[in-house]
């Protein structure tokens, strides 16, 4: 229960009615691309290929067991929040293209109680599986994704009241939706996992 309570808040402006689809957490979090065509150049037809990129780091060197384990598990925990957070992104894409065809504020905020409650009876069980440092880290990873943290992201659909109560909720529990992603200082370990398990590195 406390790790729902942790992402609830951070959910509550995600999806759309129509929306159900999460990815499946056990499977491979992203897979490389390969394109192959072809370009003509003075009358000769040359063919390229195109692939994800490729990150190349230093190898880590651990100083002990215990740092070897936390860094296998942020590698687990970025393959389970990761296509989490993009979904927030996409998600928070259309539910704010559809927002803007609805007539009037009345319409809106009825529409987005609507998706609040949704939200909480489709993501609960989703949310009950994740830890609550898994939890801190999608809370992160949002950041990342969508530009702006979540406290922003309710914010901007539900208002300040509706934000200020879920960081209330989320200062209970020791984490906060004001959290910023640091890809260049803290999260720079967390960063280079992100971007080798978007190439399918990792």
């Not at 959290?179 to 803290?186: A, C, L, Q, R, V």
Request: hydrophobic fraction near 40%.
């Amino acid at each position: 229960m406390r790790h729902f309570l942790i992402l609830a808040m951070l959910t509550c402006v995600v999806g759309t009615m129509a929306q159900e689809t999460t990815p499946d957490s056990g499977a491979p979090t992203f897979v490389p691309t390969v394109k192959v065509s072809k370009v003509v150049v003075d009358g000769d037809s040359i063919q390229y290929m195109e692939m994800s990129n490729v990150y190349v780091y230093p190898q880590i060197t651990f100083g002990s067991k215990r740092q070897q384990a936390s860094y296998m598990r942020l590698v687990t925990n970025v393959k389970k929040t990761l296509p989490l957070a993009k979904e927030v992104r996409q998600i928070l894409i259309e539910t704010a293209e559809y927002l803007e065809t609805l007539p009037n504020k009345k319409a809106k905020d009825e529409h987005m109680k609507r998706v609040e409650q949704s939200v909480f009876r489709e993501y609960k069980p989703k949310m009950k599986k994740l830890t609550y440092s898994q939890g801190k880290l999608l809370i992160k990873l949002i950041n990342r994704e969508c530009n702006s943290t979540s406290y922003e992201a309710i914010q901007a659909f539900m208002g300040p009241l509706r934000a200020g109560f879920w960081q209330a909720f989320a200062w209970a529990f020791g984490a906060s939706l004001k959290k910023e992603y640091d890809p260049d200082g803290t999260d720079r370990l967390t960063e280079r996992v992100v971007l080798m398990v978007e190439a399918g590195q990792l």
